[in-house]
């Protein structure tokens, strides 16, 4: 089994940053991918960004990349988004998550909100 515990959450003004980190215990995420996803208030969960093992990560969309950075320190089975130039429609849920080959371990999310 694998816990993943997210922190880092917050409310910020328009263009402002935060730095979202999950820790997983349990066992080690060895081949694992890590992931982001957030939920808007009425809306279905949707991918941000993730991030193999090897390093290799990917995103949502331009507008994202362009913002984020999803970053992994293997060593502490930590995973981090850092989200920079924050705007209100980034308000969400935050949640991180593991897979092999199905997004199978998920953490309970973090708040980020964002106003005007």
């Known amino acids: 089994q694998v816990q993943l515990v997210e922190s880092g959450g917050g409310s910020v003004q328009t263009g402002g940053s935060l730095r979202l980190s999950c820790v997983a215990s349990g066992r080690a995420l060895t081949d694992y991918t890590m992931g982001w996803f957030r939920q808007a208030p009425g809306k279905e969960r949707e991918f941000v960004a993730s991030?193999?093992?090897?390093?290799?990560?990917?995103y949502s969309t331009d507008d994202v990349k362009g913002r984020f950075t999803i970053s992994r320190d293997n060593a502490k089975n930590t995973v981090y988004l850092q989200m920079n130039s924050l705007k209100p429609e980034d308000t969400a849920v935050y949640y991180c998550?593991?897979?092999?080959?199905?997004?199978?371990?998920w953490g309970q999310g973090t708040q980020v909100t964002v106003s005007s």
């Open positions: 991030m193999a093992w090897s390093g290799a990560s990917s």
């Open positions: 998550a593991a897979r092999r080959v199905l997004w199978r371990y």
